[in-house]
């Protein structure tokens, strides 16, 4: 259904600034739900930020007012803006995607990851 291509990880230093970016490989306009989630080392993958086909966003508490999420539909790309970043951010970034009419074994996909390192 789609192949999803994340970029934009590194280091950074405690404070910093990184913005993710997440290239699906078909159009996007309509997908219900895209979004991040990440996972650090010995925990569980938790959600970051999704927004909807319509543009509404949700957050996770610990990243509400510092990180941003966005999509583009002409470049079929979702973007997260991470700003005053924590040595508690570092973890893998994962993008997907929901669309539950492509069916209950279809619907959902995951990136590769990228990588986000804050440094103390």
């Known amino acids: 259904q789609v192949q999803l291509v994340e970029s934009g990880g590194g280091l950074v230093q405690t404070g910093g600034s990184l913005r993710l970016s997440c290239a699906a490989s078909r159009s996007i306009f309509n997908i219900d739900y895209m979004g991040w989630y990440r996972q650090a080392p010995g925990l569980q993958r938790e959600l970051v930020a999704t927004?909807?086909?319509?543009?509404?966003?949700n957050y996770a508490d610990f990243v509400k007012g510092r990180f941003t999420i966005s999509r583009d539909n002409a470049k079929n790309t979702v973007y997260l803006q991470m700003n005053s970043l924590k040595p508690e951010d570092t973890a893998v970034y994962y993008c997907?995607?929901?669309?539950?009419?492509?069916?209950?074994?279809?619907?959902?996909?995951w990136g590769q990851g990228t990588q986000v390192t804050v440094s103390s």
């Open positions: 927004i909807t086909s319509d543009e509404n966003t």
């Open positions: 997907y995607v929901n669309k539950p009419a492509w069916g209950p074994n279809l619907a959902f996909h």
